[in-house]
């Protein structure tokens, strides 16, 4: 297997500036964003220009497709969690007349303030609502929300409806009277800083938005067209014909127990799309692929998942291995977390995922990857290198590993697992078909 596992490309800049100060991209926080920055460095460093087609087949909530749509390039996001999505879509969306766009606000600006004055506690059935949400925020603060999005819901007009929801989403956490932990909220550990005024932080949250819009309109006169589809990269994107894609950037999800689905419960509960873990599992869990232990809880796996037989033999030894070092650790601990099924599960479906992939790529396209490894109950798992075997093993003709940072170890905090020394990283996969 040609895997050239220690080749850097020096000249592509990995520095990772905080995508929450930049046009567009702050619109949302979304825990496990990529830095814009590196996607752009890339699309530099690989020629991808106008006229090309590019991919992201684990979009998240749209970076890819917002750096591509602002170079003028077309581009592909798909994304599972159809929470997640929406924001895509909507942060790809800039087809607003923005004179109107600003008299549209303003307007409801006026109107929630009238609102907010009048607000009547009895007016809203904050008991029915789910106790998740009576803990993040006081109860005026929750009346607050809702008033906002009722009036919201009341437009006619569905962007200028997603444009403000949108907005609306972007405050939930910063007007929260918990403390967050991204990805996930901490009900019982109050917030130490003031808590904004909820109008005001709405009010702010939209003219940040509207101002970004202007300046980016104004810089870029020709944005690419961004397609963002609620899919699943698991499977067959029907909709990519073969050779079509001409560059492919994405993050998938690590093998680090992130749950995507309880990182926006928040938001799921306050839009109410779903109302109870079980309603996020039918709605959002059950459509992702496999990568956090709350996944395969109950899934009826079975203890032994192999690796699949597809996968070259020296790849399924090596996951049983890992396989079965996780097993004994499970056995020997009170959690028992079912890592050894999740990181099968995970390969099994990246193997599918990467079969795919090199179907829609164009013969000669890149395909880069930006992913961690890990080490759950201590058991290094070296998902870069491994992902690169994989994806030699369907056919990509090159595979080079760039590490792009060495990262914290945040099993300690997460998985509740057992401290550990190994040092864990953050690699670009780069990928030639
Ligand atoms: C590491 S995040 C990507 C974040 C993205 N780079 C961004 O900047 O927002 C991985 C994403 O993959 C999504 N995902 C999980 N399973 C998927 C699947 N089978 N198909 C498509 N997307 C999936 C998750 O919901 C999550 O948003």
């Given at each position: 297997m040609r895997c050239n596992l220690n080749q850097t490309c020096k000249d592509i800049r990995c520095t990772f500036v905080d995508n929450m100060k930049a046009p567009i991209h702050r619109w949302y926080r979304y825990p496990c964003g990529f830095s814009y920055t590196l996607v752009e460095e890339c699309f530099k460093h690989f020629n991808v220009k106008r006229g090309?087609?590019?991919?992201?087949?684990?979009?998240?909530?749209?970076?890819?497709s917002v750096c591509a749509k602002l170079a003028g390039i077309d581009s592909i996001g798909v994304e599972a969690h159809p929470y997640v999505a929406?924001?895509?879509?909507?942060?790809?969306?800039?087809?607003?007349?923005?004179?109107?766009l600003r008299k549209a606000i303003n307007d409801l600006c006026m109107e929630l303030w009238e609102k907010l004055l009048n607000i009547n506690e009895s007016d809203y059935d904050l008991?029915?609502?789910?106790?998740?949400?009576?803990?993040n925020f006081s109860r005026r603060t929750l009346c607050e929300l809702y008033a906002i999005k009722d009036a919201i819901e009341e437009r006619d007009d569905i962007h200028f409806r997603d444009f403000c929801l949108l907005a609306l989403a972007g405050i939930l956490r910063k007007v929260s009277s918990s403390s967050v932990v991204f990805p996930y909220m901490l009900p019982r550990k109050r917030k130490k800083n003031k808590i904004p005024n909820t109008l005001e932080a709405f009010n702010a949250q939209i003219a940040m938005m509207l101002d970004d819009l202007q300046t980016i309109l104004k810089k870029c006169s020709s944005p690419?067209?961004?397609?963002i589809v609620k899919g699943d990269s698991t499977k067959k994107i029907d909709f990519i014909d073969d050779n079509m894609i001409d560059f492919a950037f994405t993050s998938p999800p690590y093998l680090n127990n992130v749950d995507y689905a309880d990182a926006t419960r928040l938001d799921l509960y306050f839009f109410g799309i779903a109302s109870s873990w079980r309603e996020i599992t039918l709605k959002v869990r059950n459509k992702l692929m496999t990568s956090s232990t709350t996944q395969v809880n109950g899934k009826r796996l079975g203890e032994e998942l192999l690796p699949r037989e597809e996968l070259p033999q020296e790849i399924r030894d090596e996951l049983t291995q890992i396989a079965r070092k996780l097993r004994r650790e499970k056995y020997r601990r009170s959690g028992r977390k079912d890592y050894d099924i999740v990181c099968?599960?995970?390969?099994?479906?990246?193997?599918?995922?990467?079969?795919?992939m090199f179907r829609c790529l164009r013969p000669g396209g890149y395909y880069l990857l930006v992913l961690g490894d890990s080490a759950p109950y201590g058991v290094h798992i070296p998902?870069?290198?491994?992902?690169?075997?994989?994806?030699?093993?369907?056919?990509?003709?090159?595979a080079?590993?760039?590490?792009?940072?060495k990262r914290g170890d945040k099993w300690k905090s997460i998985a509740g697992g057992r401290r550990h020394d190994i040092p864990l990283r953050e690699s670009l996969i780069i990928l030639k078909k």
């Open positions: 090309d087609l590019v991919l992201d087949p684990f979009v998240g909530c749209g970076t890819t929406w924001i895509a879509e909507v942060k790809t969306y800039w087809d607003f007349d923005i004179a109107e008991d029915s609502k789910p106790e998740f949400l009576l803990k690419g067209e961004a397609k099968i599960a995970y390969f099994n479906e990246m193997y599918s995922h990467m079969t795919e998902t870069d290198i491994l992902l690169a075997k994989v994806a030699l093993s369907v056919g990509f003709k090159e080079k590993l760039q590490v792009l940072r």
